[in-house]
């Protein structure tokens, strides 16, 4: 059953003079939701109260997180030449969770126009600039401060920030109101929008529109630090830009910190605002194992700000004939999850810190020492969790849509699209490479992601013959793209099916047996031959067999829960999915003792929706595995891969006797 919008709260709307004065929690209640998590109550009015840019942190900011207000914009898109200043509006939601679910006290669906307004003040001990900054967005967000506009962003997975300061009432309250357009995926749009579905089913889950990460404030000088790029290698190579606000000429003091600790390791003066590079001595490696990480303090005037960053280095080389992905100049065998990153209370949302940490952290304890953030991006928290826990990312681009929905009568669906005749194909392929320029711009300071990946499994890739669209060479042009911004780490250029031989890996995904690295293969696939392919051979996905627990941890919507049997395999109670895992990996051991396996990706951290495949159930509340199981199979896959990676072992096809699984 579909959860109802529900009663909608109103609250008193006062006179037009005195609209600013909106009370703390104007009447918002937590929606109750198909299921909730552990966190779900916990969250309260004030979520996400964290610092939400660790990699450029100023002491002087303002969360603005809490309830503001809504309103459906039934009128569309022409709202905007009417915008609802100094008036109320009907509805409480409480940011930053999406209009759809359960915690913005909001739960709709079909929010394609959304308006949001709030009411604040800035501190009166800032003296300085005020920016305003806004975590994420989906999809298309207009800002307005005391009624002009202040800011435009297209992308539901960015950052953006603007200076507001000469639109502030110094001495009194500010209105901040913002229209959202969000079509997910109506006929009509193509846009990056990764599992999103205004009809969810069975792979594709509840879209997420509006507002979804924290919104702030900051002070800071008008000759500013406007963007770090940090990234410093195992030969303790830093390169680093310190893009200022004002067209600088002039120097940062750049300041390394030892581990843990005030004490400095290194201090010197960078040029602004041009690619710098410079040398730090014997520094101790970022990795898994020991993901050391060093705090940096950027001086520019009178801004300071704090950052960090870890040393290694991500390459790939032959080892002993077979193409690796090399950490530190080392094979690191690549084990980790397909990790979706969506909760059944926020949705895109994390429902707090603590909850988004539980994830990792469970991966971590059986011995993950990867994840693939799976068509989704998360806050700049999440990849700072990942560089402290030490686990590698291999950070996906969020795909175009597959199919559309027309909004006739009642919604209907229609066969997949990817660059529909109705669009014109290269402004959607344009608007698709700018935002895969923002994902590595934005990401590439984080020392935990190793290898960025442009397409999934065809997913809005113009392929041969698809839609009319032929474009073999796309992939190819992508790469060269993402290697030009970021020439320090791997490149998947497609994961799964359409392979035309770009990037570093040759990548398979097979359910529920891996077929990695291997001379055998499947559909949409093809058999991987260390002669000729110089790529590294991994296994994309694999595994997602499932285990339908029960009505209590499942997510209750009728449709979800009809199509949970719509997958790979079920096992019917968590002992027999324990045992059907323990095989899968001994499969998986199998290939990386005898071909060519480098890395794998089991599917997946969490049950989401109506897929009940995960290591956790869609609320946290079960973990399915076995753990000492898990980690004794976990530790398996990288011991064998050590001893591929340090003996001369030729790769053969082994006689029928050797073969021990
Ligand atoms: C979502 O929209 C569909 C189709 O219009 C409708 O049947 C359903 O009741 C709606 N769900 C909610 C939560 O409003
Ligand atoms: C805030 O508004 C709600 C809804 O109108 C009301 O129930 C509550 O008492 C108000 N709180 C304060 C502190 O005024
Ligand atoms: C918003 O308005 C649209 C168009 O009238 C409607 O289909 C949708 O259900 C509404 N959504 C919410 C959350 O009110
Ligand atoms: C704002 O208030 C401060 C002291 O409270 C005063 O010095 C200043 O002149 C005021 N500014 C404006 C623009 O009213
Ligand atoms: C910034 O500096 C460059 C090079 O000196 C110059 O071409 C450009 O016009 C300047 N831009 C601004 C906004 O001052
Ligand atoms: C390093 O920076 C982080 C984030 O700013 C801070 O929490 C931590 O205390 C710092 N460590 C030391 C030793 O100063
Ligand atoms: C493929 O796409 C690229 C980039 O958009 C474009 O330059 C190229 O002309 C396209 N090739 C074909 C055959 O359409
Ligand atoms: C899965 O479990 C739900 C209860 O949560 C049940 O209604 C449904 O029939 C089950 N489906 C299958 C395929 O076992
Ligand atoms: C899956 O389950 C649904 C309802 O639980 C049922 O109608 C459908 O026939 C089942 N499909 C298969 C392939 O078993
Ligand atoms: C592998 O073979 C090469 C060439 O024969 C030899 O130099 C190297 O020492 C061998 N490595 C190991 C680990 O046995």
Known sequence: ??????????????????????????????????????????????????????????????????????????????????????QDLENPVLVPFCLESALSGVMGNWTIHSWYRTTFDVPSSWTDRVLLNFGA???????????????????????????????????????LVVFVFDPTNLAGNNIPLGKQKLIPEHIFYTPCSGIWQTVWLESAPAASI??????????????VTVHTTSNATGTADFIIHEPNSDRIKVQTKVPVNQAHSFVVESPELWSPDSPTLYNITVKMGSDTVQSYTGFRTISKGVVNGVQRPLLNGEFVFMFGTLDQGYWPDGLHSP????????????????GYNMLRKHIKV??????????????????????LATSWVYLDDTPKKCPPVSLTPSLD????QEEFNRQLEVLVNQLKSYPSIVTWVIY??????????????????????????????????????????????????????????????????????SPYNPETDNRIAIQGEFGGIGQNISEEHAWKVENSINHVNNTYELDATQEIWNVRAHIIFQELKFQIQEYAC??????????????????????????????????????ALYDTAAKRGSSNSTMKLPAREEVVV
């Open 226 to 239: 406007d963007k770090l790029d940090i990234s410093a290698g195992a030969d303790g190579k830093v390169d």
């Open 598 to 635: 480098s890395g794998a990706v089991w599917t997946q951290t969490t049950d989401v929706e109506g897929e009940v495949n995960g290591m956790l159930t869609y609320d946290r509340r079960v973990n399915r595995m076995d753990k000492e199981q898990w980690k004794a199979d976990i530790q």
């Open 456 to 525: 999934n499994e065809g997913w809005g890739q113009p392929w041969e013959g698809y839609d009319g669209v032929h474009n073999t060479s796309i992939d190819a042009i992508l790469t060269d793209l993402v290697r030009k911004i970021d020439p320090t780490r791997l490149i998947d250029s497609v994961t799964g099916w359409h392979d035309h031989g770009a990037g570093d890996f040759h990548d398979n995904h097979h359910y529920s047996s891996p077929q990695c690295g291997t001379p055998w293969y499947s559909l949409d696939s």
């Open 425 to 428: 194909p290269d402004t959607v």
């Open 378 to 399: 998360e806050p700049a928290l999440f990849y700072q969790a990942a560089d402290q826990l030490g686990l590698m990312l291999i950070q996906d681009m969020p795909a």
């Open 351 to 366: 429902p707090s810190l603590e909850a988004m940490v539980y994830d990792l952290k469970a991966l971590k304890e059986v």
């Open 137 to 175: 967005v989906d999809y298309e967000a207009t800002v307005f401060v005391n009624e002009q506009q202040v800011a435009h962003n297209v992308g539901g997975y960015w950052s953006f920030n603007t200076d507001i300061t000469d639109h502030l009432n110094k001495n009194s309250t500010n209105e």
């Open 1 to 86: 059953m579909l959860p109802s919008i529900g009663v909608i709260a109103l609250f008193v709307s006062t006179v037009l003079g005195q609209a600013y004065s909106t009370n703390s929690t104007n009447g918002y209640v937590l929606k109750k939701g198909p299921l909730d998590t552990p966190w779900t109550e916990k969250v309260g009015t004030n979520p996400w109260p964290e610092y939400p840019r660790p990699q450029m942190a100023r002491s002087d900011w303002k969360n603005l997180n809490g309830v503001w207000q809504y309103r459906n914009a039934t009128g569309g898109a022409a709202e905007l030449d009417n915008p609802p200043f100094r």
